[in-house]
């Protein structure tokens, strides 16, 4: 049985996913020429950027959020959360290959793919955390309504279709929708408590 405590896992979390938002920044590709017109020649790397930081930071804040209701933690809850760092840590590289190749449906796949593992993952942390705190009643995701989680879901899986089939931006343009889903969700449920 692993003996962590709930601040250590939430500190450790915090730790890599502070990481993994600092090298999304390294990998940015700097201007031929620093000038405005240089800087609006990489503007996909700038959407690609800012849509990764703010979806990791959207999950930190729902995460750090509603683990406040926890009280303990189990074996289970450390290994989904191994998984979603796992996951996690592929960021600076999809985001690298979507800035470098916006219109590519193969690097928008694969981004939508990290997407959707640490969604499904994140929604496995969540059950685990349930099952051993029964009177936080969460649901798929925390204590967001199932039908945001659900739609969020079914926006990434109809972007990551498009990116494969006819669109390939689509996956980007999914992943910010499912963000304002979700972020909306979230202020609302923060303002019932």
């Known amino acids: 049985m692993i003996s962590l405590n709930k601040e250590r896992l939430a500190a450790f979390t915090d730790a890599v996913l502070a990481i993994i938002m600092t090298i999304l920044v390294l990998e940015l590709e700097k201007p031929k020429i620093v000038s405005v017109q240089g ?6 790397n700038f959407v690609a950027y800012t849509i990764s930081f703010f979806w990791i930071g959207l999950m930190w804040a729902t995460q750090h959020s509603h683990w406040q209701r926890v009280n303990k933690i189990s074996e289970s809850t450390v290994y989904a959360s191994l998984l979603m760092l796992f996951l996690s840590s592929f960021f ?7 800035a470098q190749n916006f219109n590519n ?5 694969l981004y939508g793919i990290v997407i959707l593992g640490v969604t499904f993952s994140n929604i496995l942390i969540s059950k685990t955390l349930q099952k051993v705190n029964p009177k936080t009643h969460f649901g798929w995701l925390y204590n967001l309504d199932n ?7 079914l926006v990434k899986f109809v972007g990551l279709l498009l990116s494969i089939t006819v669109f390939p931006p689509a996956m980007v343009w999914a992943i910010f929708l499912g963000m304002l889903v979700v972020g909306i969700d979230g202020v609302r449920e923060l303002r019932t408590r």
């Open 39 to 44: 800087l609006w020649a990489l503007r996909e």
């Open 92 to 98: 600076p590289y999809t985001t690298s290959l979507v």
């Open 147 to 153: 039908r945001s989680v659900f739609l969020d879901l």
């Open 105 to 109: 449906s193969t690097a928008q796949a």
